[in-house]
């Protein structure tokens, strides 16, 4: 059975197909309204979420199919063994996205589900976001990706990691410009940092303004894990990261009149990792990124089912 825990282990051709079908859906929507007809889609939330429940459930609705939201704070996941609830809820449904805090947790309902498994997000990864920003980047630019340079600047984080492993198989060059800082190890993967450091298209820099004049996009990402962000007991420790990052957000100041394309993959923390007037920026394609989220989830749902024999 093929899950998505990660992209790791997914092959470049496998990765490809999963894009192309995302782009033929996004073009021809009424040729897959009734591709997923009679399969369900169980939707797992430990965190909160916008663009992961609205796209996978709209997804699902648009392919002809059903999703179904679960809050794991209203669930029995908070009250049983995860094994046990898993191994029922993919007795009923067809698929499983899981937005979860802890990767551990999606290792064990992926090990335990009757069905294939999405990670929706999580601490280490970010599947569907990279799919989405890689979809993006192809509308956004007329160089083959091979051309094509990404920074994403920030925090190295579950997106950082996701990007870097999509990059290193697409072959797109990406520059990372990266603060040192101590998340607790939370984010951190073995596989992925070897990756960074031996990878011919992965690049580290000191500070974006080392390189940001080699780049067609700029990307950046939230600087705090939403479920800290307006957390008090973590106001000490938020402060002292944000003071650290200041030096890092994507203004005017670090673009100036460059000719790139300005990415964020939401939600937005304004006066943070990027100042309001560049999100509105007429070089910014935020939204139209965000808006890419429904048809990659598309794509990738149509492929997953395909590969599993579902469909």
């Known amino acids: 059975m093929i899950h998505i825990p990660h992209l790791k282990q997914l092959s470049s051709d496998q990765i490809r197909s999963i894009l192309q079908k995302a782009h033929e859906i996004k073009q021809s929507p ?41 809050d794991w704070e209203t669930s029995n996941f908070v009250l049983s063994g995860i094994d046990y609830e ?6 009923n449904v067809s698929c ?126 939230t600087w705090i894990d939403m479920q800290y962000f307006n957390n008090p007991a973590n106001k000490e420790e938020n402060e002292a990261k944000l003071k650290l990052m200041m030096p890092y957000q994507v203004n ?10 300005i990415m964020h993959d939401m939600p937005i923390h304004d006066g943070f990792e990027i100042s309001a007037d560049v999100v509105r920026d007429k070089r910014s394609i935020i939204f139209e990124q965000a808006a890419n989220r429904l048809h990659a989830q598309k794509g990738l749902l149509w492929w997953l089912f395909r590969e599993n024999g579902l469909i």
């Not at 005017?252 to 394309?261: M, R, T, Y």
């Open 30 to 70: 009424a040729d897959y309204r009734t591709a997923l007809a009679w399969h369900s889609l169980a939707m797992i939330f430990q965190k909160t979420s916008t663009r992961t429940r609205v796209s996978f459930e709209v997804a699902m609705t648009e392919l002809g199919g059903h999703a179904i939201y679960i």
């Open 86 to 91: 898993t191994e029922y809820l993919s007795r």
């Open 96 to 221: 499983i996205m899981a937005r979860l805090l802890r990767h551990k947790d999606l290792e064990t309902i992926t090990t335990h589900s009757k069905v294939p498994v999405i990670n929706g997000c999580c601490e280490k990864f970010h599947p569907c976001q990279a799919l989405t920003d890689i979809m993006t980047i192809n509308e956004h630019s007329d160089k083959d990706l091979a051309d094509v340079t990404l920074m994403y600047v920030g925090v190295q984080n579950n997106v950082s990691n996701s990007l870097s492993v999509i990059c290193d198989k697409l072959g797109v060059k990406l520059i990372l410009a990266t603060a040192q800082q101590d998340d607790n190890g939370e984010s951190r993967d073995a596989e992925v940092e070897e990756l960074i450091r031996s990878s011919r298209y992965i690049s580290s820099v000191g500070h974006p303004s080392e390189a940001v004049s080699e780049a067609d996009f700029i990307y950046t990402d």
């Open 252 to 261: 005017k100041d670090l673009i100036g009149d460059l000719p790139l394309k």
